[in-house]
């Protein structure tokens, strides 16, 4: 029914697209063009570039983002067309996203940035996102897909996502003061101070945010988190009426993270029962986290149209994930998904989860997953554009980026026995005994990308190199100490060309048509021989726009020859991270956004309506057995997992000079956790949800506004996940009131 009511509507915006406004907008879209495109740390800017771009793009507002004020990433991104993900622990604090189709898992298959430069722990040598951005202090995300991303890496089959920190007010002087209280004990605050003046400008960032929790152990200990950010920002800068204007900016970021999680869920009957029950063995669960950001911009700009922005950046990240990771009983050791895929084949074991019996010594195996991360680098684009004879337009960026990234793990297990439900320690693990060994990474990438645009038609060819080189050194089991003795060396090196082509073709105001064909790569590991993932992504679409209706509408297909899976801990692996070849694979896909005003612009109250709809078909082409079981028997024409075919969100604002409300549901189909060809029946199932979601805001004066949030107003209880071990709930019904001050 939708696809061709959209035909019909595409087929009236043609009819009238031919029109005397066209050469107006095109000029204006070439002043925009050159307005946007000096900006720093950005990969769009605005809503406008998003809308002109030769490939799929998103700019999530800073108006968009404090409508519902979320504290989770997956919610934020909910309403984004392309966008996949499951959750995990309810309020995001390690999401596991998608785009278009690629491993959600950990977000570990798409290049995540802040502020222009690479954010995950360690992108090249260990890309899974143990670590994510606080979106709380996030001024807006950009969203790039298909040929658009083709600039950056090193993932370009699914697509980017930057997140953009709050930026130096460009006011003398600007202040932010934002709280929060409700359901779990959870209470938000951030406050910021930043001004400007002729060379020195600055901002502070301070912000807050913590649970109990709303699942429940039988001791009644908190299962919920405390996080803080805290951000600085420095800039010097030349004058305005400087030959060579520039600046030098200088940020600082601390994140520290304390947060009772666990990999441990719950049996399918106790789910049915206490949703929101935990056991009584992971009550010493508990994530450690600690990440440290810095970073130098330099920018100047040598002629009004040439301009180069330089970034230098050293991010750390340190964490120890203490978390239960096996069950003995009378020397029968198994691992936490075996005894709760089939806890009646195993009834004592899972007793000793529960903590309903007494155990043995050493029954329960507690693993330190301690790791340390390191990623830094520098990275530099040049930009020039000049205007052509009969109208057209030139632009060529080039880019460099030096990389090298680390994770060093140096792990070990200790053993407990649980009695009356109490956790006690009988012995302390080895250190190293679990994991000791550095992977890195050293990285060279680069990029040119011309944009040519004569009057509708714009055209952007682009190449991009990668070169990498990953090594491993396993110092071995029982080294402590790190002797090179019990070294062992593994190098794996690749050397790539990711080429792309874009093109967006203008009718009017009203109608736009855009494309791309560019080369989708992910890379190896550091194993011998290993080979990177790739793909070939087509993509078409168009923007549209007529009276109180625009949108867009997008078509793609993925066509990978090897799809990398990775063995994750976190999807029900043995943790090794080590990658395998998953064959050929078609993930092909619908994307539709609709916005629908149903009032008058100049109307006293607002009503702005918005639709998002993603299909998604991924299917394997070959058949295999994955690692560790993983995904299971693989067979040709099974549904890869994680992946749901179906989702869509809409939305709903009242807004008024004096208040606003804002109501979101979301829906999100059934997807498997193991390969399925029966789209009814999965194998290993999480069942489809409908999600409802309000917030509301008055104000009180122009700077101080009360706001009102509430997450799942329905109450409903569902399941997001059964990895990585057990079935695992979403977030239940929760409110949150609090004080929003602005100057």
């Not at 879209?29 to 490939?55: C, H, M, P, W, Y």
């Not at 793909?535 to 949108?551: D, H, Q």
């Not at 549901?665 to 999480?686: C, D, H, K, L």
Request: net charge neutral; proline share 4%; hydrophobic share 35%.
């Amino acid at each position: 029914m939708q696809i061709p009511l959209l035909s019909f509507t595409l087929s009236c915006f043609l009819c009238t697209s031919l029109n005397a406004q066209k050469k107006e907008m095109v000029q204006d879209s070439v002043r925009q063009l050159d307005e946007v495109i000096i900006k720093a740390n950005t990969l769009l800017g605005n809503k406008f570039v998003a809308k002109n771009r030769t490939g799929a793009s998103y700019y999530l507002s800073s108006e968009e983002l404090k409508s519902f004020s979320y504290i989770d990433i997956n919610r934020a991104l909910k309403a984004v067309p392309g966008v996949n993900f499951y959750e995990e622990d309810g309020f995001g604090l390690r999401p596991n996203i998608s785009l278009r189709g690629t491993s959600p898992q950990r977000s570990s298959k798409i290049t995540l940035m802040e502020d222009g430069v690479l954010i995950a722990p360690a992108p090249y040598s260990s890309p899974a996102a143990y670590y994510f951005p606080s979106v709380l202090r996030m001024e807006a995300i950009e969203i790039l897909k298909g040929s658009s991303q083709v600039q950056y890496g090193p993932f370009t089959t699914g697509g980017v996502i930057n997140m953009l920190s709050t930026s130096i007010p460009e006011e003398s002087l600007k202040a932010n003061f934002k709280t929060s209280y409700g359901s779990f004990n959870s209470s938000q605050f951030l406050s910021s101070i930043g001004q400007s003046s002729r060379h020195l400008s600055y901002l502070f960032e301070y912000v807050s945010l913590n649970s109990d929790g709303f699942k429940h152990l039988p001791s009644g200990e908190n299962t919920g988190f405390d996080l803080m950010d805290v951000m600085a920002k420095v800039r010097l800068k030349s004058d305005e009426t400087s030959t060579t204007p520039q600046f030098l900016e200088f940020k600082y970021h601390v994140y520290d993270e304390l947060s009772n999680e666990t990999y441990l869920g719950i049996s399918e009957a106790d789910f049915k029962q206490n949703p929101f029950d935990r056991y009584a063995a992971s009550q010493e669960d508990a994530m450690d986290a600690r990440q440290i950001q810095l970073m130098l911009t330099h920018s100047v700009r040598f002629k009004e149209r040439f301009k180069m922005v330089t970034n230098l950046y050293n991010n750390t990240f340190s964490r120890n994930w203490y978390k239960l990771n096996g069950v003995k009983v009378d020397g029968s050791s198994l691992g936490l998904e075996t005894v709760l895929d089939s806890p009646t084949s195993y009834p004592s074991h899972f007793a000793v989860l529960k903590g309903t019996i007494d155990s043995e010594e050493d029954a329960l195996a507690i693993k330190a997953n301690n790791r340390n991360y390191t990623s830094r680098g520098v990275q530099t684009k040049l930009n020039y554009h000049w205007y052509g004879k009969s109208g057209t337009f030139h632009n060529i960026e080039l880019g460099a980026r030096y990389h090298y990234d680390e994770e060093d793990r140096f792990q070990w297990e200790d053993g407990y026995r649980i009695q009356n439900a109490d956790l006690l320690l009988t012995s302390q693990g080895e250190k190293g005994a679990k994991g000791n060994r550095i992977s890195s990474a050293s990285a060279f990438a680069a990029y040119a990308l011309y944009k040519f645009k004569y009057k509708g038609l714009t055209l952007t060819p682009g190449l991009r190199l990668e070169s990498i080189n990953l090594q491993r050194e396993d110092f071995g089991k029982s080294n402590p100490n790190r002797l090179p003795s019990a070294l062992s060396f593994r190098e794996n090196e690749i050397t790539t060309l990711i080429p792309g082509i874009g093109f967006n073709y203008t009718f009017s105001n009203q109608l736009s048509f855009f494309g791309g064909l560019h080369k989708g790569f992910s890379p190896p590991g550091n194993a011998p021989g290993e080979l990177p993932e790739q793909s070939v992504n087509y993509e078409l679409g168009s923007r549209f726009s007529k009276g109180k209706l625009s949108g867009e509408f997008i078509g793609y297909f993925n066509d990978y020859t090897n799809l990398l899976g990775s063995d994750l801990a976190a999807s029900g692996g043995t943790g090794s991270l080590d990658q395998f070849n998953a064959g050929r694979v078609h993930v092909s896909g619908l994307e539709l956004l609709l916005n629908y005003k149903l009032t008058a612009e100049n109307a006293a109250i607002q009503l702005p309506l918005t639709f998002a709809y993603t299909l998604t078909h991924a299917i394997f082409q070959s058949s295999f057995g994955s690692v560790e079981a993983i995904w299971g028997e693989v067979k040709t024409g099974d549904r890869v997992p994680y992946i749901p075919q179906n989702q869509w969100t809409a939305t709903a604002k009242i807004v008024h000079r004096n208040y606003e409300i804002n109501l979101s549901g979301r829906y999100s189909g059934a997807f498997a956790t193991q390969a399925s060809n029966m789209p009814t029946a999965m194998a290993e199932q999480v069942p489809s949800n409908f999600i409802l979601d309000l917030s509301a805001k008055y104000h009180l004066s122009k700077q101080l506004h009360i706001t009102t949030q509430m997450v799942n107003v329905l109450n409903e209880t569902y399941l997001v996940s059964r990895v990585p071990a057990g079935y695992r709930p979403g977030h239940p019904f929760g409110i949150y009131t609090g004080l929003q001050f602005d100057l």
